[in-house]
T-cell receptor, first 115, second 118 residues
Framework: EAGVTQFPSHSVIEKGQTVTLRCDPI?????LYWYRRVMGKEIKFLLH????????ESGMPNNRFLAERTGGTYSTLKVQPAELEDSGVYFC?????????????FGPGTRLTVL | AQTVTQSQPEMSVQEAETVTLSCTYD???????LFWYKQPPSRQMILVIR??????QNATENRFSVNFQKAAKSFSLKISDSQLGDAAMYFC???????????????FGKGTKLSVKP
């Protein structure tokens, strides 16, 4: 079974540019999460999809971030325009079902550097 | 709001020895889940062990075990017979318990970087 995949693995962009990160969850997983880790800080929750619907987007930092999950499969996270403080590692995770004990499976992350 | 604190940014252990990573958390909830995740260098995070707060018995997974002290809100991870492959970043995480609703997100600590010396 393929795990959670993320693309690209690294992205270096200039301040003001746009970047789109992609996450492919494990097939059949309805739940998809985005998290971010800024250097030296905690991994912070950004948002949670259940299928194609945004269940919780309370962690999205501002309206420069736009997440989509069309068709309930893969998800994209767009940052437009990127700022220096957006640098960090963006993780995607997926899980099946609705039970809280269900494990979240993480992708390898996308390291974003904004110069 | 719930918080998770890992007070040890870095730890080191000799191969075959035992090491304990500490984690404390703050919550007003009575039921929840606690997790330890491991992220090896340049690899993705994987679940090491999980504890349900309503279970008094400490979870164990082979060489990994936890010391769950609910009253003290403490959730430490013990790694016995440490191996070189245990070198990684370890994250403690909290998750609220939902009844029939959707799953909640994980709340993480800052992580502890564990080095294993041969």
């Amino acid at each position: 079974e393929a795990g959670v995949t993320q693309f690209p693995s690294h992205s270096v962009i200039e301040k003001g540019q746009t970047v789109t990160l992609r996450c492919d969850p494990i097939s059949g997983h309805d739940n998809l999460y985005w998290y971010r880790r800024v250097m030296g800080k905690e991994i912070k929750f950004l948002l949670h999809f259940v299928k194609e619907s945004k269940q919780d987007e309370s962690g999205m930092p501002n309206n420069r971030f736009l997440a989509e999950r069309t068709g309930g499969t893969y998800s994209t996270l767009k940052v437009q325009p990127a700022e220096l403080e957006d640098s960090g590692v963006y993780f995607c995770a997926s899980s099946p079902g609705t039970q809280s004990y269900n494990e979240q499976f993480f992708g390898p992350g996308t390291r974003l550097t904004v110069l | 709001a719930q918080t998770v604190t890992q007070s040890q940014p870095e730890m080191s252990v000799q191969e075959a020895e035992t090491v304990t990573l500490s984690c404390t958390y703050d919550t007003s909830e009575s039921d929840y889940y606690l997790f330890w995740y491991k992220q090896p260098p340049s690899r993705q995070m994987i679940l090491v062990i999980r504890q349900e707060a309503y279970k008094q018995q400490n979870a164990t997974e082979n060489r990994f075990s936890v010391n769950f002290q609910k009253a003290a809100k403490s959730f430490s991870l013990k790694i016995s017979d440490s191996q070189l492959g245990d070198a990684a970043m370890y994250f403690c995480a909290y998750r609220s318990l939902n009844y029939g609703g959707s799953q909640g997100n994980l709340i993480f600590g800052k992580g502890t970087k564990l080095s294993v010396k041969p």
